[in-house]
């Protein structure tokens, strides 16, 4: 699976957009782009993911550039619960389980 | 509710005694890992079941054994903990043809 690279942390403005970079610069055809998100020591969320287009669900919306070698994840009103780290990470649609997960970016939402 | 749960939540044990933590899912999903947490090192994959009895090693596997006998359950084994071992552990599942994965709430080890 490809590796990805995020900023190591960002800051928002409360009720402001989040845009949240992720490099995967070697991505295959058939990998996914998988957002998570982990706040302060508890499990992991899902957040969203997609192939080549663009989506948007409750939580969040993800663009992927046309090359399909970055993305960016849009928190469009960040909130100070959206305070996480946020993980990038590429996975096959394919049969691999092996995941590997970056080190994310640590989002600060600041009143 | 669809949870992953883990038992224990908080372990303080001491190097060489054997420990399972358990891992049960409530979703019937195919695939179940096991990740570790480290401060600086992110999540790393430990050991993951495609399903039942078909089960790989991640990117750090050693010192652990799983094992896939139950659709539902996924127990992570450390037969002689080393301090090493101590981390914050998290199991996760998924559907076959979903790419979503569910965490567990996540089981803190200490290792003296």
């Known amino acids: 699976d490809a590796k990805t690279t995020q900023p190591p942390s960002m800051d928002c403005a409360e009720g402001r957009a989040a845009n949240l970079p992720c490099n995967h610069s070697?991505?295959?055809?058939?990998?996914?782009v998988y957002w998570y998100r982990q706040i302060h020591s508890q499990g992991p969320q899902y957040i969203i993911h997609g192939l080549k287009n663009n989506e948007t669900n409750e939580m969040a919306s993800l663009i992927i550039t046309e090359d399909r070698k970055s993305s960016t994840l849009i928190l469009p009103h960040a909130t100070l619960r959206d305070t996480a780290v946020y993980y990038c990470i590429v996975r096959s649609g394919g049969g691999s389980e092996k995941l590997v997960f970056g080190k994310g970016t640590k989002l600060t939402v600041n009143p | 509710e669809a949870q992953v749960t883990q038992n224990p939540r908080y372990l303080i044990t001491v190097t060489g005694k054997k420990l399972t933590v358990t891992c049960s899912q409530n979703m019937n999903h195919e695939y179940m890992s096991w990740y570790r947490q480290d401060p600086g090192l992110g999540l790393r994959q430990i050991y993951y079941s495609m399903n039942v009895e078909v089960t790989d090693k991640g990117d750090v596997p050693e010192g652990y054994k799983v094992s896939r006998k139950e659709k539902r359950n996924f127990p992570l084994i450390l037969e002689s903990p080393s301090p090493n071992q101590t981390s914050l552990y998290f199991c996760a599942s998924r559907s076959r043809i979903a790419g979503t994965q569910y965490f567990g709430p996540g089981t803190r080890l200490l290792v003296l």
């Open positions: 070697t991505i295959s055809g058939n990998e996914y």
